[in-house]
């Protein structure tokens, strides 16, 4: 079965930089679109980013300044590159990827954002 873990998160200090991993196995097709979404206490999940196997990307405005989402199609990985990370973005962080139509989940990563 599809399976999505996530690596990186952790804790910073504002300002400072994380890059999340995100390694998909257990699927020979194309996985159109890898993403992710966040979580903060309280609050519904939301998309920050995705690329499509193509490599269109889309960002959530709140997020396109300052991180980059990438992917390696040869090895089914995305990343999340944050930088001048805020204490607003501590959230549990979750990879997404969207095959044959379907989509899949990873357990999430948290990221802590310390004043």
């Known amino acids: 079965q599809v399976q999505l873990v996530e690596s990186g998160g952790g804790l910073v200090q504002a300002g400072g930089s994380l890059r999340l991993s995100c390694a998909a196995s257990?699927?020979?097709?194309?996985?159109?679109?890898m993403g992710w979404y966040r979580q903060a206490p309280g609050k519904q999940r939301e998309l920050v980013a995705y690329m499509t196997s193509s490599g269109t990307t889309n960002y959530a405005d709140s997020w396109k300044d300052r991180f980059t989402v990438s992917r390696d199609n040869a090895k089914n990985m995305v990343y999340l590159q944050m930088n001048s990370l805020k204490p607003e973005d501590t959230a549990v962080y979750y990879c997404?990827?969207?095959?044959?139509?379907?989509?899949?989940w990873g357990q999430g990563t948290q990221v802590t954002v310390s004043s």
């Open positions: 257990g699927t020979s097709f194309t996985i159109n679109v």
């Open positions: 997404a990827a969207v095959i044959s139509g379907r989509p899949y």
